[in-house]
């Protein structure tokens, strides 16, 4: 029929209008989307840090790491004196040097004496007078010239009989030891009697700074001056006995 046939034409047209239109926007949409890939930024193009606009983004700084304390040395012990212990109250008993027997003179004038090995004794009940050899004996006598310093002088070693005791040498080679109860100077002999006389072991006095000097061979019998003269006695409570027999090591009067 010609009406239906129009109807039919006229939808046709208008099915080919809205073909076109959804044609042409769907070509839009594809040339915007093409100009805003070519607008956007290369994600693996690295932009400059100075440049103006951009965001910084600060790197992580790291962790600093605690520096280990460092640990604290240990202190070395100190070395002990080997000084004995004194059982008549308390001394300050001077440490000997190692024991030189038989020490041999040079001719001429005396070597020079170190203070640290060099000593001289001191009466405490007396004190402007030293042990000083005369006459071979051991005496307590008031120091005069250089001989009478160098007669005052003894070297101070270890005990020759007893290594925790003292022995006195002289500048002369000779010993200082008790024969009949006297002290007196004398040679080395070798023999073990020798070295027993020749050996006293320093004991602790009521006066300070002072100290007993006790046989080695003989116990209980102590070093003191009797009318000025050394002797070796058996140990007495009285106060003369314990002034007599109380000396003080010092340094070398030569």
């Known amino acids: 029929m010609p009406g239906t046939r129009r109807l039919w034409l006229a939808g046709a047209m208008a099915i080919a209008t809205v073909a076109a239109c959804v044609t042409a926007i769907v070509v839009t949409d594809q040339h915007d989307g093409d100009n805003d890939e070519s607008a956007a930024p290369n994600p693996t193009t690295s932009a400059s840090p100075t440049g103006p606009g951009l965001i910084s983004y600060a790197s992580d700084s790291p962790t600093p790491t605690a520096s280990p304390t460092p640990k604290r040395a240990k202190p070395s012990a100190r070395p002990s004196t ?15 040097t190692a024991p030189a027997k038989s020490p041999t ?8 004496k170190p203070s640290t090995t060099w000593r001289s004794v001191r009466s405490v009940n007396y004190p402007d007078r030293y042990w000083h050899i005369g006459g071979g004996l051991v005496k307590l006598d008031r120091v005069g010239g250089s001989e009478s310093r160098e007669d005052s002088t003894f070297k101070l070693v270890k005990g020759l009989a007893d290594s925790s005791c003292y022995s006195f040498a002289t500048s002369d080679g000779t010993y200082l030891r008790h024969r009949s109860f006297v002290l007196r100077s004398e040679r080395d002999d070798g023999s073990s009697l020798f070295d027993q006389d020749a050996t006293f072991c320093p ?15 003989y116990p209980g019998r102590f070093l003191r001056h009797k009318d000025f003269t050394l ?9 003369q006995y314990q002034a007599d027999a109380a000396f003080r090591v010092v340094a070398g009067l030569a």
């Open 203 to 217: 004991r602790g006095s009521y006066y300070s700074g002072a100290i007993m000097l006790e046989s080695v061979n």
């Open 82 to 96: 080997g000084t004995p212990t004194a059982p008549h109250g308390s001394a300050s008993a001077p440490t000997p």
């Open 105 to 112: 003179a040079k001719p001429g004038s005396p070597p020079a």
């Open 231 to 239: 002797r070796l006695e058996s140990y007495q409570h009285s106060g």
